[in-house]
Each structure stands twice: as structure tokens, then as C-alpha cells.
């Protein structure tokens, strides 16, 4: 869906230019460099705000007084506006992920970008797209899975909502960022066909959308810190690209050097710790060009004024901020993300009738939103998952809760139950956002010394006492739903077979609880797939070391690196099952006004109406080069009564067959067969498939 800024980096407004001119002729050094910083963060952090992150927009570049230009005021997300302000509170972005929804995240940011306004936010944080290349990363809950096809799509649509409120949008964090609690000094050696097409074209896609902000990394990438990188600030985002908005660092320490600026680094955040004086200083001494500055301004205005000066189709104001219909569409998200993994006949339980439900885990009655980093939000109210089964109950249905650390006690409950429920998982204690010491501990006594706490997760079973409460309450009772709340992926090996179903649920926002039992109890069928795979064991996926100094990145990660190498997922990409029961049809290459598009008839053969992720890769078995086996080019979320069918349809363009040749330094197309694959998940699809050549690509 186009709005009114979906070209922004198409083109130019030649009267805009004009004007801009006319004002950097106008601006002395010291105006101009003071416009590419953000200020005032630290006075109000360390002062009335008791170090606590997000109690108040902030300004993050641009801003004169003597012309009368406003700095623009940001704030973060990606699960819902930032503010001391309650917000609506969503599901995090990789439960968003495993929606597969691209008009649903539209719609995400829509509100996203109408409470940012009654705020009064200008610039959004809320747009995180790194690739999950291992499920350990601690931020994994704030992109959208491990295919970049995927991240892409998700990205763009969050991009168009914010972006038709006027908002500027910023997609982070640019480049290769997948490590969190090295990620201050990690340096990502990777080449550039490997970062052309796993780890940047997602970035390009949302900059399609309009994008018109970009946020640097912390990390290195190939020796140069990301704020520092020209390859990737000017030679591919700003030339190769045509970005024309501007890049602004991380917080704190996402710069390095005021020769960030020569590099492509258009604004500095929060404060001018190296910019400010540094780089006036730089800019008299000949190390930082005249041209760097007036273009770095020039971004910076061009992209504030673009939006500031857009006519709003509407009012905004406190009435907006978690609103009604706000929490409503948190709970309709939160209802699309749950990943059905596992069902013997178990769910969904019959409302009507009577049953004594036992839950057990300290996670069944906890607000577990997710981590409490820069994507902190506070939600008006949270409906755990407890709380929501004990709503959408009537009285005759007793449910009753243990915390499972007195074993007695709890096997005596499961063994009285009907069925059981037991929600495993993590906090924000476990992984997250890695922000050191006292600084993770907002809220809490500054004086007293605390570890750190979020980061990366250093294995991906789930904690002890969860395995063993599961085993134990299994044991008792097998009608047992585990609930596991998560970032990303959990390996369960070695207890997948004692539940009777599995469900992923994620960090499920305000409305979770509510969505949950409308799950539970068949109100809704479950329809999330996986964003990303779930191995047998976490030796198949790529070497991770959350403290390392320097790593390298290659071609194969997830689905693409278990195919690679012959490992057989315990749950694979794009999987997740229903109540419902979907047949596929054969796929079918078809001809229509001279383009080939890729069709299958998918049917509900079975006895609800249901929602089924429709999947579409293209495979490369025929490559005469080091490529992977198939990848993910498409996807259709489509809602289909009993017996009903549906044809869905793809089409493809000849890029979604390139890879990049580094000798040549652009991208080629093989002269192969391909092969193109519609189906549920990213095993499945394969069972079939049609071939086509390049050629038939127009």
C-alpha cells in the first residue's frame, strides 16, 4: 500500500533542493554541525529521569533556533511507541514475524505512527530488521525471522504505516548485527556477495518502501565500525542505492571519530560526544570536507521538512494512545502469532464443557512482554496468560495455578486435572537487549550493584527447572499443553515427545493472555508458521560466540545451512499447524498477458474456518556455483472456510534468481533450470515442484 512518501528515494523535489540551498548558505559551521547531533539526552538521563530510558522524546538531529527549524524528536520501539506515557503494547516484532502478515504489520504501524504523533514523535525507532542468523542472539525478538525475504516484506509494511502519519521511519541496525554482548567491538568479516544477499537486501527493500532514515551499528564490519564504514554509508546505501534521507548513529557508542561524518554518518546520537567541537575542530584542519557537513545538512532537511510539511489526513491527539481499537488490533496480532508446533488431539478444548485446568510456572501470571531495552514499552494493563484463561472460562471450568516449585504439591494437581498447561521460557532477565550493570536495571535502586542482565543466550534449552517441571507434570499428565515463551527458538529434544501439544506464544503483548485462550478454546484456530527453524540439535546452525572479538559470516545459516549440510529439522522453517486441515495442489506454471506467474489450489478439508500461510521458493539445484539449495521468494496469508479453495497465485521478477558476482561487481543470472515450489513450509514445498527457465522471467 503507497502513501504519499513511498517514493521518497525515488526522487527529488527540485524546488525543495532549491530551498535547501538557500538555508546551508545560511547556516554557519557552528548551526550545521550542531544539526548533526542529538542534545540534551545525558542532563535529563542522569537527572530528572533517574536513568531511565524513554521517559521523553528526544531530540536527534537538525534544529536551529536563529531560523526557526524545530529539532526532530525520537523515540524507539519496534513493539509499540516509547514513551513514560502507557502505550499500546504489541507482540514483539518475531512473533509479528510468525504472522506472515504483511497488511497486518501495515496496520501495526499505522497505529504505531498515530500514537507516535499524539506523542509527539517525529522520528521512530521502531523498524528493526537485522537477520536472525542464530536464534541465541538476545535481540532476536525485535526482527522478524531468519530469511530475508521475510524480513524484507515485514519491514516495508511496518515502514508504510508509520510513514502515512507523517513519521519518519528508521530501519536498524545497519549492518551485520546479530551479536549483542560483543556487539560494542565485534568485527563481522563477511564478503560482499554474502552481505549483497543475506544481510543487506532486506535493508534495500524497506528503503524501497521509503524509508527515509537509517540507523548505523554498533558492531564492525570488515575493520570498520559501522558509523565509520564508507562502503556501506556511501558506496552501496547513498550511491549504489540512491538513499536520500540520512543515517544516525546507535546511542552512545555509535561513533567513533568526527571522521564518521566524511564517511556517511549524517547525525550523531544522543549527544555530540565526537562530533560538537570534535568535528569543527576536523572540518577547520581539512580532515572532514565542507561537502560532507552541507550534505549531511541536507539530508537531515530534506527528509524533516518532506514530512513536516505533508498534510496530516487527520488530527492527532491523547484520545489515539492506546486506544480501543489499538488494543484490539493487540490482541488480533497476538491471536495470528501462535505457532501451533505440536497437537495430539489435545487442543482445542471444548468450552462447553466441564474440566478442572492446572497451570503451572511462575511465567502463567507474569507480564512477560519481553526485554527492557530501548523497545520497553508500558502498557495501560497486561492480560497474562492465567488471567486470560480465567476471562474467557465460565464456572464450570476450575482453573488453578502452582508455581511448580513444590513438586508434591503440583504432581498432586496434575494428577486431579483434566488437562494441564505448563508455560516455559525466558524473561528479560534471560536475553534481550545486553545494556551493562546498573544501566539494564531501570527502575530499580541506582545504588545498589547489579549484574547485567538480558544479552545473548548461551544455550537454547530451556532453563533446568522448566525441563524438569515439564517432565514431572508430563509424567503425571500427559493431556499437557506446554506454552513456551520465547524470542526465538528453543531447542526440546529431549522432552518434545511427553506433551500432548507445544506452542510457541512468544513475549504476546498486553492482549496475550486474552488471545491466548481464544486459542486454547477454539475461538480462533491457530495460523502462526515458525519465522525461522528449530533444530534437533544446536551444533547444525552456524558457530556462535556471544563474546567474540571477530567472526565470519558466510552464505548458509537456518533453513539454508540444514539443507546445506543434510540435517533434518525437529520443526522447520515456516512451520506451525491448525485446528483445520489444508490440502495443495500441484504447482502450476501459467501464462497470463505475457508474464509467467506460479499457481497452486490450496483447500480447508477440514471442519473450521482457518487461516494457512501459503509458501513460495524457488529452487537451485541446477547452480554451477556455491548457492543455496532453495530459497524463500514469496508468501499469502489466506482465510478459507470448510471446504473452500483457493488459487494462489505468485509472480516473480528476474532479480529474485540473481546472485552477486564479486569479479564483475553486479548482479548475474545463471542459465539454469529452476524450479519453483508453493506449499505450507519450507519441507513440505519441496515434495513438488515445476521447473521454469530464466528466460520465461520477464
Known sequence: ????????????????????????????????????????????????????????????????????????????????????????????????????????????????GIEARAIGVRLSGAICINLL???????????????????????????????????????????????????????VKASERVMREVYLPHFKRVLEAGCASVMSAYNKVNGDYCGHSRHLLRDILKERWGFKGFVHSDWVKGAYG????????????????????????????????????NDAVRRILRTQFTFCRAEDDRAYGEEDIACEAHRQLAREVAEKSFVLLKNDSLLPLEASRPMTIACFGPLMDVANLGDHGSSRTIPPYVFTLLEGLKIRAGDHIRIVHHDGTDHERSRALAREADVCIVAAGFTWEDEGEFIPGNEAMEGLDSEKKMDSRGGDRDQLRLLDRDEYLIDRICADNPNTLVAIMAGSAVTMETWKHKPAAIMMVWYPGMEGGTAFARVVFGDVSPSGKLPFTIPQD????????????????????????????QKKAAFPFGHGLSYS???????????????????????????????????????????????????????????????????????????DLAYFDEASGNWAIEAIDYTAHIGPDSVSALKQGVAFRADEIV
Not at 270 to 275: A, H, N, R, S
Not at 594 to 608: D, L, P, Q, Y
Open 1 to 112: 500500500m503507497r502513501n504519499q512518501h513511498s517514493d521518497f528515494n525515488e526522487t527529488l523535489d527540485d524546488q525543495l533542493e532549491k530551498e535547501l540551498d538557500d538555508i546551508i548558505d545560511q547556516l554557519t559551521l557552528e548551526e550545521k554541525v550542531w544539526m548533526m547531533s542529538g542534545h540534551d539526552f545525558f542532563k535529563y538521563f542522569f537527572g530528572e529521569d533517574n536513568r531511565q530510558f524513554g521517559q521523553r522524546t528526544y531530540q536527534a538531529g537538525s534544529g536551529c533556533e536563529r531560523l526557526g527549524i524545530d529539532p526532530l524528536l525520537f523515540s524507539d520501539g519496534p513493539r509499540g511507541v516509547r514513551s513514560k506515557r502507557p502505550t499500546t503494547t504489541f507482540p514483539v516484532s518475531m512473533a509479528r514475524g510468525a504472522t506472515w502478515d504483511t497488511e497486518l504489520e501495515r496496520r501495526i504501524g499505522d497505529a504505531m
Open 258 to 293: 568526527a571522521d564518521a561524518a566524511e564517511a556517511g554518518l549524517d547525525v550523531e546520537n544522543p549527544e555530540p560526544i565526537f562530533f560538537g567541537k570534535n568535528l569543527i575542530t576536523a572540518v577547520n584542519e581539512g580532515e572532514v570536507s565542507h561537502w560532507a557537513i
Open 538 to 565: 544446536e551444533r547444525d546452525l552456524p558457530f556462535f560466540d556471544p563474546n567474540a572479538d571477530e567472526i565470519e559470516y558466510d552464505l548458509y545459516h537456518g533453513y539454508t545451512l540444514l539443507a546445506e549440510s
Open 133 to 187: 542468523r542464530h536464534p541465541g542472539w538476545g535481540r532476536a525478538q525485535e526482527t522478524y525471522g531468519e530469511d530475508p525475504h521475510l524480513l524484507g516484506e515485514m519491514g516495508a509494511a511496518l515502514c508504510e504505516g508509520i510513514q502515512a502519519h507523517n513519521v519518519i521511519a528508521t530501519v536498524k541496525h545497519y549492518a551485520l548485527n546479530s551479536i549483542e554482548n560483543s556487539r560494542f567491538r565485534v568485527n
Open 581 to 655: 486441515s489444508f490440502d495443495y495442489g500441484a504447482t502450476r506454471k501459467v501464462t497470463a498477458g505475457g508474464k509467467i506467474h506460479f499457481e497452486a489450489e490450496v483447500t480447508n478439508t477440514g471442519t473450521c474456518k482457518a487461516d494457512e500461510v501459503v509458501q513460495f521458493y524457488v529452487g537451485f539445484s541446477s547452480s554451477q556455483i556455491d548457492r543455496p539449495a532453495f530459497l524463500l521468494k514469496g508468501f499469502r496469508r489466506v482465510s478459507l472456510a470448510p471446504g473452500e479453495v483457493a488459487v494462489v497465485r505468485f509472480q516473480m521478477d528476474s532479480s
